[in-house]
């Protein structure tokens, strides 16, 4: 007899939007569980993430409705899990053990039980982990085959049920749910899952085979609503388990462990599923694996890994601050707990759990790190735990320094009522993080243009996109369709023409000296020459009596030495005052060299580039340039002589000032990258990047540049839509 787990991971990330939300729900959640409930025989195992499971609560209580009665009927298992979806071997133990604590009261709450097994969020995989199940009260986890095949396991071996393994004697149950399931349901016709379970039936009088994978493929991914629904492919697989009962015993996990001893012991490696361990690399390595799996002999592809998911951090830095600052508010929470009440003190940490939700972390075949809608949460949901640490604690110092990141190098905070400044030295004393508390944003949200290994195929998809003859996402004979791990498509036209790379994690108020020959375009290229040696990190001192931290550093240009001091200052609530000083030597043959002196903001607002998005450049405009376009903040242009700009965004009520002490020539341009995601290559706009220019000569003594950034945030009344 064969053993069916049939296992549906439900997820969407905090943060994402309502719209989307309800759309998953009208054309896969809903749906499929209707269908499957009408199928008297065929049993679930059923994992919906927390954010999700109280959307479903607050939104849509049929849904829970539904699950009951599957579970009276005996035929659901809810699992458990970290509520808000984390990779769990990246956060503090505490919050391991709470966060999946968290999940399985909430089930006990709604269900009457306590899941007794976890979907382990990306199946992210550490030796570490079974002290914390335990902790938390599991007996078993779902991972992949994966994850048993590197540990020297044979696909027969898999099937014969469940392994165990554990960590200084705290011991955990495994199930590894099968790759080539993942890839036969929902894709392939319901006859080639037939074969498949008829080939196991051969190979074993009692084998286990075991489906886990995203309930989103049910409707939600590209062509599956169609597919899934309208074409009929739900109603054949379920007339397929009817038609398999008597053959095959449809069972959950925790009937198949309360039944049957464990097959042995294995020890996996520190792995997600294939696939990530190719995300997790930087290009070049991702390209050299993927051909390195092309090439390797089937039997020898298990033990072709690639990185593990903690290459995230260091991939992208933007990955690696949130996480860090995460790892900040949870010190901070674990500090303050003895002091605070209970209600403040759980709100926060429930602040705190949101924040790590996983999605925004990393980027593989959904858009993640990409979007930042997604972003913005993580860092709303930090700052929303602090206001409650700081209205606990009282007002924080002014001033904090140390090596926040884990880089080695130590990073400065200034606060203010409403405002949080983050400022490296090291990385040519920018500012890297402006929090606008009050609206609990993050303002310098922006995403560094990095290069990605799939880029190469961008071109390659708009010629494919010329070619209406060549088949796209399904065979020729239109008896299947492909993943999302086939060839991308494009969701607009022109999107290789925006492949430009920065060389620099994207931050404010770095300066540069560039040619004086550089205009806008090839500076947004990224192509740009500075004249080396001006920047570089600085020396910092912090003044806390004034709430200011001066930087300074000597450079030497063409032989020429420089002395620059840019210092930061908290000027109001939510206004702070940046100054900037460059002093020059004479060169020694009194020769000078024109040269553009540049201070770059780069800055997000949460409504991003949307209709009610905006600059105010005051009288500065006229004419053609009045149009709706040149005022949006994915416009791209050039003003002379500004003194100063807004930034506005009517839809969340905020507005960004910059006041400049000099006029100067100001170029503006979106921050835009090209990513995948499940449905094609997109353009996203990061943010807009402004660039302050100054005309000096270089080799004449005495000053050459001193002026001021003066920046303020203010609420606005929003627009009414």
Not at 114 to 141: F, I, N, S
Not at 300 to 326: A, D, V
Not at 335 to 343: H, L, V
Not at 675 to 698: A, C, K, T
Request: with cysteine; charged share 25%; glycine share 10%.
């Amino acid at each position: 007899m064969t053993d069916f787990i049939f296992c549906i991971h439900n997820h969407q990330p905090v943060g994402n939007f309502e719209i989307v939300m309800e759309d998953a729900y009208v054309k896969s959640y809903l749906p499929f569980l209707r269908a499957v409930a009408e199928h008297s025989s065929l049993k679930i195992s059923y994992h919906t993430t927390g954010f999700l499971l109280d959307w479903f609560v607050e939104n849509h209580p049929e849904y829970i409705d539904i699950l009951k009665g599957l579970q009276s009927a005996g035929r659901l298992e809810i699992l458990g899990g970290g509520y808000y979806e984390p990779i769990l071997p990246i956060l503090p133990e505490e919050d391991r053990v709470g966060q999946i604590v968290m999940m399985s009261d909430r089930i006990e709450e709604l269900f009457g039980v306590r899941p007794r097994g976890m979907w382990l969020a990306e199946r992210v995989w550490e030796p570490a982990l079974p002290q914390t199940l335990k902790r938390a009260g599991m007996d078993y986890v779902v991972l992949d085959d994966f994850h048993l095949q590197r540990a020297g396991l044979s696909d027969r071996e898999i099937r014969r049920g469940y392994y165990i393994t554990e960590d200084a004697g705290h011991s955990i149950n495994i199930f590894g749910g099968s790759e080539s399931m993942r890839y036969l349901v929902p894709f392939r016709p319901a006859e080639d899952i037939g074969s498949f379970f008829n080939e196991v039936g051969e190979e074993s009088e009692n084998s286990l085979v075991v489906y886990a994978d995203d309930g989103e493929k049910f409707g939600v991914w590209p062509k599956t609503h169609e597919w899934v629904f309208e074409r009929g492919w739900l109603e054949s697989f379920l007339k397929l388990m009817g038609r398999l009962e008597g053959e095959v015993d449809f069972t959950t996990f925790t009937e198949f462990l309360d039944n049957n001893p464990a097959s042995g012991r294995i020890y996996p490696q520190p792995t997600s599923y294939m696939e990530m361990g190719e995300w997790t690399l930087p290009p070049e390595a991702a390209k050299a694996f993927e051909r390195a799996k092309e090439s390797a002999d089937e039997d020898l592809k298990p033990f072709l890994q690639g990185g593990i998911w903690r290459g995230f951090l260091s991939k992208y830095p933007e990955s690696n601050w949130m996480h860090k600052r995460m790892i900040k508010a949870s010190r901070a929470l674990c500090a303050a707990a003895p002091d605070m009440k209970s209600a403040p003190y759980e709100a926060a940490r429930r602040f705190l759990y949101m924040s790590q939700s996983n999605d925004a972390l990393w980027h593989g075949v959904f858009g993640g790190i990409y979007l930042p809608h997604l972003r913005g949460a993580v860092f709303e949901n930090i700052l929303a735990a602090e206001k409650l640490l700081e209205d606990n604690s009282g007002p924080g110092a002014i001033t904090e320094s140390g090596d926040f990141d884990a880089d080695g190098f130590e990073e400065i905070i200034v606060r203010s009522d409403d405002l949080n400044l983050f400022i490296s030295p090291e990385a040519g004393g920018t500012l890297f993080e402006l929090d606008y508390k009050p609206a609990l944003v993050n303002l310098s949200n922006t995403l560094t243009r990095w290069y990605e290994s799939y880029h190469d195929r961008v071109a390659e998809e708009e010629v494919r996109a010329l070619n209406k003859d060549e088949a796209e996402g399904s065979g020729d004979d239109g008896d299947f369709i492909a993943t999302i791990h086939g060839s991308m498509g494009l969701k607009e036209s022109g999107l290789a023409e925006l492949l430009k790379y920065d060389s620099e994690k994207r931050a404010s108020f770095r300066e540069r000296l560039l040619r004086a020959d550089t205009d806008i375009e090839l500076f947004k290229s990224g192509d740009f020459t500075e004249l080396a040696g001006f920047s570089g990190p600085y020396e910092s001192h912090i003044d806390n009596c004034s709430a200011s931290v001066s930087l300074t550093r000597k450079a030497v240009v063409d032989g020429i030495s420089l002395n620059i001091k840019k210092e930061y200052q908290i000027t109001g609530p939510s206004e702070f005052t940046v100054s900037f000083t460059v002093d020059g030597g004479a060169s020694s043959g009194g020769a000078t060299e024109s040269a553009l002196l540049t201070m770059e903001l780069n800055l997000y607002l949460p409504a991003s580039d949307g209709v009610a998005t905006s600059y105010d450049f005051g009288h500065h405009l006229e004419g053609a340039e009045e149009a709706e376009e040149a005022r949006g903040l994915a416009s791209t242009g050039v003003i002379n002589c500004i003194e100063g700009i807004k930034l506005i965004d009517g839809y969340t009520g905020l507005e960004i000032k910059v006041g400049l002490s000099k006029g100067a020539t100001m170029w503006r341009y979106p921050i835009e990258t090209v990513s995948q995601s499940e449905s094609g290559f997109e353009r996203i706009f990061q943010g807009s990047s402004l660039l302050f220019l100054y005309p000096v000569e270089v080799g004449r003594a005495g000053s050459l540049f001193s002026g001021s950034f003066t920046v303020s945030v203010n609420k606005i009344d929003p627009w009414r839509f």
